[in-house]
Nanobody
Framework: VQLVESGGGLVQAGGSLRLSCAGS????????IGWYRQAPGKEREGISY????????HYADSVKGRFAYSSDNAKNTVYLQMNSLKPEDTAVYYC?????????????????WGQGTQVTVSS
C-alpha cells in the first residue's frame, strides 16, 4: 500500500509545477486523495482535499485560484497543478488517502501518506 509523489523541484516565483501522486496496493476508487504541505517550522496544511463525498475538492484560501486538483482514476493517479507560485508556497508536499466519508481533513487524519516531494520557490 503506497502513494508516491513526483514533480517537485525548484521554480522561480510566478512559475508553475505539476505534482503527481500515484497510488498502488489498495482500491483507488474507495479512497479520497488529498494534497497537503508542510513548511519548515509550520504546521501541516491541507491545501486541496475532499470535505464531502461527491463534491468538488476544497482548496485552502492560500492556494485558491492558483492551484487545481485533477485525477485520472484509470492510472490511479491524482495531480496538483500549481500556477503563479510564490516563495511562501515553499514546502514539502504530500498526498494522502482517506476513505470516502472520512476525508475532511478538519475532522479526520488520512490513513495513507506518501513520502513527500520538495517544492522550492525562489524570489
Amino acid at each position: 500500500v503506497q502513494l508516491v509523489e513526483s514533480g517537485g523541484g525548484l521554480v522561480q516565483a510566478g512559475g508553475s509545477l505539476r505534482l503527481s501522486c500515484a497510488g498502488s496496493g489498495f482500491t483507488f476508487d474507495d479512497y479520497a486523495i488529498g494534497w497537503y504541505r508542510q513548511a519548515p517550522g509550520k504546521e501541516r496544511e491541507g491545501i486541496s482535499y475532499f470535505k464531502i463525498t461527491g463534491e468538488s475538492p476544497h482548496y485552502a484560501d492560500s492556494v485558491k485560484g492558483r492551484f487545481a486538483y485533477s485525477s485520472d482514476n484509470a492510472k490511479n493517479t491524482v495531480y496538483l497543478q500549481m500556477n503563479s507560485l510564490k516563495p511562501e508556497d515553499t514546502a514539502v508536499y504530500y498526498c494522502a488517502a482517506a476513505p470516502w466519508g472520512y476525508s475532511d481533513y478538519e475532522r479526520y487524519e488520512p490513513r495513507i501518506w506518501g513520502q513527500g516531494t520538495q517544492v522550492t520557490v525562489s524570489s
